[in-house]
Nanobody
Framework: QVQLVESGGGLVQPGGSLRLSCAAS????????MGWYRQAPGKQRELVAT????????NYADSVKGRSTISRDNAKNTVYLQMNSLKPEDTAVYYC?????????WGQGTQVTVSS
């Protein structure tokens, strides 16, 4: 089992920034990648960004490319998502995900609300 604890969500004005964190614990060996997904009300869950375990190669959804940076601290088994120039359409519950040899694991989600 892998446990994921997310933090960093909240209310921010349009144009503002947030940094989300996700700390992994448990059976974290052989992780393929860590990443962030989001789900807005009435919509399907969608990819935001992922980063590979080995080479730290990032992948971004077009909707956040250029405004977000995903990074990881291997020593802390933590992945971060820095989001800048936030828009109201970024409002969603953001979920951390880990994929390893045993399958996919999800965090409980953290709410991000972009509103004036």
């Amino acid at each position: 089992q892998v446990q994921l604890v997310e933090s960093g969500g909240g209310l921010v004005q349009p144009g503002g920034s947030l940094r989300l964190s996700c700390a992994a614990s448990g059976r974290i060996a052989s992780m393929y990648y860590m990443g962030w997904y989001r789900q807005a009300p009435g919509k399907q869950r969608e990819l935001v960004a992922t980063i590979t375990s080995g080479g730290g190669i990032p992948n971004y959804a077009d909707s956040v490319k250029g405004r977000s940076t995903i990074s990881r601290d291997n020593a802390k088994n933590t992945v971060y998502l820095q989001m800048n120039s936030l828009k109201p359409e970024d409002t969603a519950v953001y979920y951390c995900k880990v994929r390893n040899v045993s399958g996919d694991y999800w965090g409980q989600g953290t709410q991000v609300t972009v509103s004036s």
